[in-house]
């Protein structure tokens, strides 16, 4: 299982773009990026996926680049809700053996203001 | 679709107590996970179940602790004779084909 960096935390303003950078060097051809956000006292919320190129959904955009070492979390215009931890996980999809177990770094704590 | 449901929220216990954890997965799901979060920290993978068998329990104490996931009914995560240590978040999640996994609310134990 590749290990992802990221921010430890990260500041901004409500109506702004927030974009939060995970890198994982170690990431292997069959691994996919998911990130998700948790509040306090509130189990993480899955938020998107992706394996390369880009994806986006109603919440957010998921940025990678050709070589994969690296993803970026868009949020667009965020607002003070969108205050929370935010985690990048890298991991196997596809390998029958895998469990799957998500392994889950410190995150990056976002922390919107108004 | 009701989400992962887990039960009780809250759970305070005296050291040397049993702590039974309950959590319901999504309607369809027959992939289940425990984590378990210290203050300040990440979640840490424990176990993996699927219906009625023990995928992977490489995150477990082989100690006090075990989890189940029978035919019918909830999957139940047990630790016994608590002790502080044990103080923690503990989270579950399920996942219909052992892909994207969807969290509980997570139950909150204190160990007095």
């Known amino acids: 299982l590749a290990k992802t960096t990221q921010p430890i935390s990260m500041d901004s303003y409500e109506g702004q773009e927030v974009n939060i950078t995970c890198s994982h060097n170690n990431i292997a051809t069959n691994d996919y990026i998911t990130w998700y956000q948790q509040f306090p006292s509130q189990g993480p919320r899955f938020i998107i996926q992706g394996y390369k190129t880009k994806v986006t959904n109603e919440v957010a955009s998921l940025f990678i680049p050709a070589d994969r070492k690296s993803s970026t979390l868009s949020l667009p215009r965020v607002s003070l809700s969108d205050t929370a931890v935010y985690y990048c996980l890298v991991g196997d999809r596809w390998d029958e053996g895998a469990t799957n177990k998500l392994i889950f770094g410190t995150g990056t704590l976002l922390a919107v203001q108004p | 679709n009701a989400g992962v449901m887990q039960n009780p929220r809250h759970l305070v216990r005296r050291r040397g107590q049993e702590a039974r954890l309950r959590c319901s997965p999504m309607?369809?799901?027959?992939?289940v996970y425990w984590y378990r979060q210290l203050p300040e920290e990440g979640l840490k993978f424990m176990v993996y179940l699927q219906k009625e068998n023990i995928i992977d329990e490489s995150g477990m104490p082989k100690e006090r602790f075990s989890a189940e996931f029978p035919k019918e009914g909830p999957s139940i995560l047990r630790i016994q004779q608590v002790v502080r240590g044990d103080s923690a978040a503990y989270f579950c999640a399920s996942s219909e084909d052992g892909e994207t996994q969807y969290f509980g609310p997570g139950t909150r134990l204190l160990v007095l």
């Open positions: 309607k369809g799901h027959s992939h």
